[in-house]
Nanobody, 116 residues
Framework: QVQLVESGGGLVQAGGSLRLSCAAA????????MGWYRQAPGKQREVVAT????????NYADSVKGRFTISRDSAKNTVYLQMNSLKPEDTAVYYC?????????WGRGTQVTVSS
């Protein structure tokens, strides 16, 4: 069974930084597009950033451009989200996602809370 395990969430003051990690197991990591999504209370889940299997295509939500950076380490089957200059509106549960042409997986999420 595929596992995506997120870590690195927590409570941080506005302007601070966090680095999220997502370790993938029992999945062919090298062919998966990896992504980070988030869901704030009362809101729909939204995409934050995605990175293609070959690292060539990286996309960010407009709200995080210039502040967040997604990266992946194929040797460790891990995708990261470096979050800088955090704002209270970044508060949400952050979910890792892995997808290919025929499969789609979610992690259980990690809470990020940014205090003002």
């Amino acid at each position: 069974q595929v596992q995506l395990v997120e870590s690195g969430g927590g409570l941080v003051q506005a302007g601070g930084s966090l680095r999220l990690s997502c370790a993938a197991a029992r999945v062919t990591f090298s062919i998966m597009t990896m992504g980070w999504y988030r869901q704030a209370p009362g809101k729909q889940r939204e995409v934050v950033a995605t990175i293609s299997s070959d690292d060539r295509i990286i996309n960010y939500a407009d709200s995080v451009k210039g502040r967040f950076t997604i990266s992946r380490d194929s040797a460790k089957n891990t995708v990261y989200l470096q979050m800088n200059s955090l704002k209270p509106e970044d508060t949400a549960v952050y979910y890792c996602n892995a997808r290919s042409a025929i499969s789609f997986y979610w992690g259980r999420g990690t809470q990020v809370t940014v205090s003002s």
